[in-house]
């Protein structure tokens, strides 16, 4: 039951939350270039107190094509957040003129505080770095509409695990279905240990590499994630695993022809553009898919 | 009557301005969370050259409300102000691309340049130091709405009362009613004298104190301002005094039980959040009154 | 024809298109500040990622009063731009979102490389130093408005013509009519020869001339940009000519009767404000038709 509720962790919503999740989004695609006018009169709030252009106009869009409106601020500068003003009094506020607020913080914690906070239901637009549930909701609606199902498949997790807000959100929602997760990264970034043992005690089979090439023939699935060479211990490493942690034609030569390769974006140089061509590349359609997947949300959370 | 005009000074409202106001603003209430259709294909203007969340956000919503729509820019980066355009051609601009112009700005005399200038009718949403008149307008409604009335009421202001934009405007406002108001502040940041000449002129009671203890007990209203420790001119002093410009649960032990506190917000540290769980504490309850108060007052006006 | 059309550079359009979007603005004008439910159910992406507050709103307020919506962004801070996103993958996320795209760049070739991306009609908000195609259909808009007509008049340019981005657009756009154009400026700051070898090969009639007294008697059409001191390679030479690029009423007494005036705005002073009191002015006028004709540009690319 999805009615009046925060969206705050991956970890609150249960395989049947998200089968219906998914089932209202599929009927949301036919609308996400039209209109289906069931929030009329419903306004979000978007409080983006750090930058994320996709999300928040993916937002934006979403309840605007359900007919509703949106206000906001993105960007602490010029907020009275500026002037001092604690979180609960911001949210106080925009609970008062909002129907459904969406938080984007760099502070863990904030989109719960938020939500305490709220007699409106709160949505966790990416807070701390642990957290991205919409994201990673999305996530698994691009896999489950590129196969039709997600039990049973193999799917990686590439880059840099412990710094990427979505891996962890991604892992929690991963274990309400029967998948392999193999985890490629340095070790150093593969999760951390309270993500790892959470997720291992839901029955989520993990297992860790270091180098893609050795399983990539494997993969249904390979989710790809930044990896920063400042993030490397020794700079020697990075010039060792660059290249596999770099996604291009060549090294998809051992790939399976129904490999999808998925990407929370914005990439930089991690994903080689010629792969864009490619039958694998279905990051595009995840980041379209957004819209239908958050008009869904919207309208199960206020409707 | 409303219809078309400008909303610069508070200076400019008759009671009966006032009281029409309040009463549409209290039938708004019951659409204040909903939609009434009066603004479609209106659109509103705001040109936000200084930043404020809850103005903006507030007036915004409230166009929304009332099924208009809403342009403009806050923070006047970014904008051709910046490239050196006077206020004058960019509210020209403005004029011709909306049915109504709200400005914020630093500069005393902006709204009224701005109003001179536009066909269309301008709203001050604060400029200077000493105008901000819908916010005094929403300061005296949640009074109205909290006793019902306003005549006879003994009022506090309490804080920094010279750099307060609000304070201003609320004694202006207050000129409307038979009010005792109460100003407890250091002597230096009592109201600038042109202030306290007009409002005493139109007959408003006075009396001064620096210290709130002394009349606590005698407050209906206390209305609470940031007081910056920077403004003391010796730091001993606000060493002495500072305890007396913060509104905690102690302080309000010797209050009457229906005092009502009221803050423009953002707050910051002047009133302690454990005051937010009394039943004095009605700043919350002000700041959603902001968006009815607002939807009747862009009503009376364009409608 | 018009229908999903780019609009990326004013080489693009044939009189009869021309003549189609004036027409189209021409009825326009009476839901200018109203409502033409037209566009209901389509959303708009601006782009902004340089600033620009007249092309911005106008777009939006045009959107708006054709009863469609807008998302985006203006300014790239706080954007996926600076996370380091190619403008190519920007693009394919608005074109997911959105209905049609309105993009500003400070790059030449931005709109087009969008236009390649995008499924949806790209529109040129300006980018680089020479392209601002429908600030150039404005401008000979605004022509044809006052005088009924276009062909047979004698256009001058006055300022810094060779780095203003509107007078490279609006040369190309007057090779649809039969206009004599005098260009009016410092030796070096002439259109680039490339713009003026264009011009010519179409027909377009120019003629030089490097003080504005020589020839405002001649004018029916002043469109003044602004000179930047800056420019001058030599103060000398600035200080010698700056009051022939400086519009004041006593130019004007030379000029003919019906001479209009245009500027694209924001002026910083190149146009004495004694002037907008004066028959003249008529770039007010061209700003307020920045709605009409961006209504009429939309409404013909999407419906």
Redesign the interface.
């Known amino acids: 039951m999805w009615r009046n509720r925060d969206v705050i962790s991956a970890r609150d919503f249960t395989r049947s939350d998200i089968e219906e999740l998914f089932e209202t989004a599929k009927y949301m695609e036919k609308y996400a270039?039209?209109?289906l006018d069931v929030m009329?009169?419903k306004?979000m709030?978007v409080a983006f107190f750090e930058?994320?252009?996709?999300t928040r106009?993916?937002f934006?869009?979403a309840m605007?094509?359900l007919g509703g409106?949106v206000?906001?601020?993105?960007?602490a500068?010029?907020?009275?957040?500026?002037?001092?003003?604690?979180l609960a009094?911001?949210i106080?506020?925009?609970d008062?003129?909002?129907?459904v607020i969406v938080i984007r913080h760099r502070y863990e914690g904030a989109a719960k505080l938020a939500a305490e906070v709220a007699e409106s239901p709160v949505v966790n637009g990416g807070d701390g770095a642990f957290n991205h549930p919409t994201q990673a909701m999305l996530d698994v609606y691009t896999i489950w509409r590129e196969f039709g199902y997600v039990d049973g498949l193999n799917i990686g997790l590439l880059g840099d695990l412990r710094h990427a807000r979505t891996v962890n959100s991604l892992l929690e929602i991963l274990t309400n279905f029967n998948v392999k997760v193999y985890l490629i990264s340095p070790e150093y970034l593969r999760p951390r240990a309270e993500t790892i043992d959470y997720v291992q005690s839901k029955g989520l089979k993990l297992s860790f590499y270091t180098n893609v090439e050795e399983v990539i023939g494997e993969l249904d699935v390979m989710y790809v994630v930044r990896i920063q060479k400042e993030r490397f211990i020794d700079p020697l490493e990075y010039e060792k695993v660059k290249g596999s942690y770099r996604v291009t034609p060549d090294m998809l030569r051992k790939a399976k022809k129904t490999l999808v390769i998925l990407h929370p974006?914005?990439?930089?140089d991690e994903i080689d553009?010629r792969v864009d061509a490619t039958s694998h590349a279905k990051y595009?359609r995840q980041?379209?898919l957004?819209?239908p997947l958050r008009m869904a949300l919207i309208y199960l959370i206020l409707s």
């Open positions: 270039k039209g209109r009329r009169g306004i709030a930058p994320s252009t996709r106009l993916s934006e869009v605007k094509r409106d206000v906001g601020f993105w960007g500068e010029g907020t009275s957040v500026e002037k001092g003003e604690t009094d911001t106080r506020m925009l008062a003129y909002s129907d974006l914005p990439r930089v553009p595009f980041a379209a957004g819209v």
